[in-house]
């Protein structure tokens, strides 16, 4: 886990509530969450797919439009920034998506693709290229990567390209979307390690979307548990991920698998018990 973080909220996200439409109808993806991060902080969002988790993180990022609360970042409202103000916002705020491919122009090449956000934001190119080497040794890639092009990479190297494409800007804050679902188990904890260690290097925080507890656990310093758009639980990690108090978050990190077949069959009974008392008796 990361170094403790400082008290003071980067982050301030107060009642916030995000609806979406379906013809006539509307679906409420969010319905009063608040959370906060700090400087040098990772927070970690935990839910099954379609908790809110990653509305709430295209809500920060202004992908998606809020229907009321309010989101502060360093003390200014940005709940609902449009056009040149969110750009620049851009230089502090960046974003890792699940997906280090389809993330990534193919048609490009590592170094134009890692300069591009630099270039347009007036930077030159001389001073570009040496940002992208010095991002590119960050993230433990070899200095020819600048040469080549996404498809020629691995998954896990992909994804490093996407951190450092993130990183370029220096940003204060990195929304990290199901980063790691994408890989095998070892590539997961090699890229969670170098997501440690830049946070150590850089003081960045991050915002870390995740369905798994056993991959927050590793990483972040409290953890916020979403269910049905709200947020459910929330607490320092040791808590959260190893005796948390809501039947929900029990149920998680009862689904996460261990080796012992006996424990995991004990767990699946578990897992299996608190749904039924979940659901109720049948009529």
Excluded: W
Excluded at 178 to 203: H, K, N
Excluded at 229 to 239: A, I, R
Aim: net charge positive; charged share 25%.
């Amino acid at each position: 886990m990361s170094t403790q973080p400082h008290d003071t909220p980067l982050l301030e996200v107060e009642d916030l509530v995000v609806d979406y439409r379906r013809g006539r109808t509307s679906f409420r993806a969010l319905d009063g969450v608040s959370m906060t991060i700090g400087p040098g902080e990772c927070v970690g969002l935990v839910g099954e797919s379609g908790s809110g988790k990653s509305t709430l993180g295209k809500a920060i990022l202004g992908l998606t439009e809020v229907a009321s609360g309010t989101i502060r970042f360093d003390g200014g409202d940005i709940t609902r920034l449009r056009g040149a103000a969110r750009r620049r916002l851009a230089a502090d705020l960046q974003v890792v998506f699940q997906d280090p491919y389809g993330s990534l122009d193919p048609t490009m090449t590592v170094g134009r693709i890692l300069a591009e956000p630099l270039t347009a934001s007036g930077t030159g190119r001389a001073e570009a290229r040496a940002t992208v080497a010095e991002m590119l040794e960050r993230v433990r890639l070899p200095a020819d990567t600048v040469s080549r092009y996404p498809g020629e990479f691995s998954g896990g190297q992909r994804q490093r390209i996407a951190i450092a494409r993130a990183l370029v800007r220096r940003p204060r804050l990195i929304v990290c979307d199901e980063p790691v679902s994408a890989l095998d188990l070892t590539t997961q904890a090699a890229v969670i390690d170098l997501f440690i260690d830049i946070q150590r290097e850089t003081g960045v925080s991050y915002l870390f979307v995740s369905h798994d507890l056993g991959v927050v656990r590793r990483i972040c310093h409290r953890v916020s548990v979403m269910y049905r758009g709200e947020c459910v639980e929330s607490g320092p990690n040791e808590t959260v991920t190893r005796d948390p108090e809501h039947p929900y978050t029990r149920r998680l990190l009862l689904a996460s698998p261990v080796a012992d077949p006996r424990r995991q069959a004990e767990r699946r009974r578990s897992r299996l018990g608190l749904r039924a008392a979940a659901q109720g008796p049948v009529a």
